[in-house]
């Protein structure tokens, strides 16, 4: 990999896209390495962390220059390509946290939005600018964002194209904590560990019921939870976790 960095430890992936001369912005092949990353990804990861190189930049966004000169069929392409990594990491059967570590603008702010959680530090910022460039986010910007901060502040964020800093995307639930720069890397990965001490099917569980039934009607989102919820009967891990409970004990969760 020429720029994506990945380093396992204790069950958590530190992904990381180092581009530090375009502050991270994503081309092609970037994203056909990030893609290849979370293919490669060991079956004994149970938390993946995204982020970014340097103290400067997340992803600042798609690499313009590469885009500048595609054609309609081109420039479809390149979206289809960008929005089905993206998808990809959405639908991991495990947890995602972005790590936003400084400029998160265009695709750096939808690939911050298909993980399950975003931390950012002090000085970041979020912003979908394509419509100064003359087109939309193209990575599935304009569903995401809707979705995450509702309808109101993702037309005026894309129609305006602005952006907005750390504390802003704190108060309208576009991020889950803001740290500074010096603390963003442990606190991501103090939460990736709390996840990992879970039992690790019910986590799984968990994030494919909160995915599947997000635009169900809420009868058949209740039936389908309550499917997969006796499904964790099956499992040693919830056998292990409730004796632990009763008996005062430690749950040594096997993935089983």
Same mark, same amino acid.
Request: aromatic share 8%.
């Given at each position: 990999?020429? @720029?994506?960095?990945?380093?396992?430890?204790?069950?958590? *992936?530190?992904?990381?896209?180092?581009?530090?001369?375009?502050?991270? =912005?994503? %081309?092609?092949?970037?994203?056909?390495?990030?893609?290849?990353?979370?293919?490669?990804?060991? &079956?004994?990861?149970?938390?993946?962390?995204?982020?970014?190189?340097?103290?400067?930049?997340?992803?600042?966004?798609?690499?313009?220059?590469?885009?500048?000169?595609?054609?309609?069929?081109?420039?479809? %392409? +390149?979206?289809?390509?960008?929005?089905?990594? @993206?998808?990809?990491?959405?639908?991991?059967?495990?947890?995602?946290?972005?790590?936003?570590?400084?400029? =998160?603008?265009?695709?750096?702010?939808?690939? $911050?939005?298909? *993980?399950?959680?975003?931390?950012?530090?002090?000085? =970041?910022?979020?912003?979908?600018?394509?419509?100064?460039?003359?087109?939309?986010?193209? +990575?599935?910007?304009?569903?995401?964002?809707?979705?995450?901060?509702?309808?109101?502040?993702?037309?005026?964020?894309?129609?305006?194209?602005?952006?907005?800093?750390? /504390?802003?995307?704190?108060?309208?639930?576009?991020?889950?904590?803001?740290?500074?720069? =010096?603390?963003?890397?442990?606190?991501?990965?103090?939460?990736?560990?709390?996840?990992?001490?879970?039992?690790?099917? $019910?986590?799984?569980? $968990?994030?494919? *019921?909160?995915?599947?039934?997000? /635009?169900?009607?809420?009868?058949?989102?209740?039936?389908?939870?309550?499917?997969?919820?006796?499904?964790? @009967?099956?499992?040693?891990?919830?056998?292990?976790?409730?004796? $632990?409970?009763?008996?005062?004990?430690?749950?040594?969760? &096997?993935?089983?």
């Amino acid at each position: 990999m020429e @720029f994506i960095k990945t380093n396992t430890e204790n069950g958590i *992936c530190t992904l990381t896209i180092s581009a530090p001369k375009s502050l991270n =912005a994503l %081309n092609s092949t970037i994203l056909k390495e990030l893609d290849a990353s979370i293919d490669e990804l060991g &079956k004994d990861v149970r938390v993946l962390i995204i982020t970014g190189d340097g103290e400067k930049s997340f992803v600042a966004g798609a690499d313009i220059s590469e885009m500048q000169n595609l054609d309609a069929e081109q420039g479809e %392409n +390149f979206g289809r390509l960008g929005a089905q990594v @993206f998808r990809k990491i959405e639908t991991l059967d495990i947890p995602v946290i972005a790590a936003v570590n400084g400029f =998160a603008l265009g695709g750096g702010c939808e690939l $911050a939005m298909a *993980c399950d959680i975003r931390i950012c530090s002090d000085n =970041a910022k979020f912003g979908q600018p394509e419509v100064g460039l003359g087109i939309i986010p193209g +990575f599935s910007g304009t569903y995401r964002l809707a979705k995450l901060v509702g309808m109101g502040y993702a037309k005026e964020m894309i129609y305006t194209g602005k952006a907005i800093r750390a /504390d802003e995307a704190l108060r309208i639930g576009l991020v889950n904590a803001v740290y500074p720069q =010096a603390e963003l890397m442990g606190a991501a990965v103090a939460m990736a560990t709390k996840i990992c001490a879970m039992a690790p099917i $019910a986590v799984r569980y $968990a994030k494919l *019921c909160i995915e599947a039934e997000y /635009d169900l009607e809420a009868d058949a989102a209740i039936a389908y939870e309550n499917k997969v919820f006796g499904m964790c @009967f099956a499992t040693k891990d919830q056998k292990e976790g409730m004796t $632990a409970f009763l008996t005062k004990g430690k749950p040594n969760f &096997k993935n089983e």
